[in-house]
C-alpha cells in the first residue's frame, strides 16, 4: 500500500513538472512572437496581420528563441534570434535574416 502511495506521488510530481515546462515554453514563445511582431511594425513597416509565424524553436541550453516569420504580402522570410528574462521582459531581439539570405545564395552558387 505505501508502495502504491509513493509510486503516485511521485508520477503525480513529475507530471506536474513536465506540464509547467512545457506551458510555460509555450507562453514564452508567444510572448516572444509578439516582440517580433512590435520589432517588424517598427522596423520594417509591416502591419502585425500580414506576419505569419513560420518556426519557433527553443534553444534549451542556451535559453534562446529562433523564430521564423513570414510576410504574406510580399512572401518574404524574416529570421531572428530572442532572449526575454524570467519575467518576460526582453534582453534583445538580434535580426538575421541577411546572415540567412547571404547563406542561402552562397549555396545556390
Given at each position: 500500500?505505501?508502495?502504491?502511495?509513493?509510486?503516485?506521488?511521485?508520477?503525480?510530481?513529475?507530471?506536474?513538472?513536465?506540464?509547467?515546462?512545457?506551458?510555460?515554453i509555450k507562453s514564452r514563445g508567444a510572448v516572444v512572437f509578439n516582440y517580433v511582431e512590435d520589432y517588424m511594425e517598427t522596423n520594417y513597416g509591416i502591419d502585425r496581420e500580414n506576419i505569419t509565424l513560420v518556426e519557433n524553436?527553443?534553444?534549451?541550453?542556451?535559453?534562446?528563441?529562433?523564430?521564423?516569420?513570414?510576410?504574406?504580402?510580399?512572401?518574404?522570410?524574416?529570421?531572428?534570434?530572442?532572449?526575454?528574462?524570467?519575467?518576460?521582459?526582453?534582453?534583445?531581439?538580434?535580426?538575421?535574416?541577411?546572415?540567412?539570405?547571404?547563406?542561402?545564395?552562397?549555396?545556390?552558387?
Amino acid at each position: 500500500m505505501k508502495k502504491i502511495i509513493l509510486f503516485n506521488l511521485l508520477f503525480f510530481i513529475v507530471v506536474i513538472f513536465v506540464t509547467f515546462n512545457y506551458f510555460n515554453i509555450k507562453s514564452r514563445g508567444a510572448v516572444v512572437f509578439n516582440y517580433v511582431e512590435d520589432y517588424m511594425e517598427t522596423n520594417y513597416g509591416i502591419d502585425r496581420e500580414n506576419i505569419t509565424l513560420v518556426e519557433n524553436n527553443y534553444r534549451r541550453g542556451m535559453g534562446l528563441f529562433e523564430i521564423e516569420v513570414k510576410d504574406v504580402v510580399t512572401d518574404n522570410y524574416y529570421f531572428y534570434e530572442v532572449d526575454i528574462r524570467d519575467d518576460y521582459s526582453l534582453i534583445y531581439i538580434r535580426d538575421l535574416s541577411e546572415l540567412h539570405l547571404k547563406n542561402k545564395a552562397d549555396q545556390e552558387r
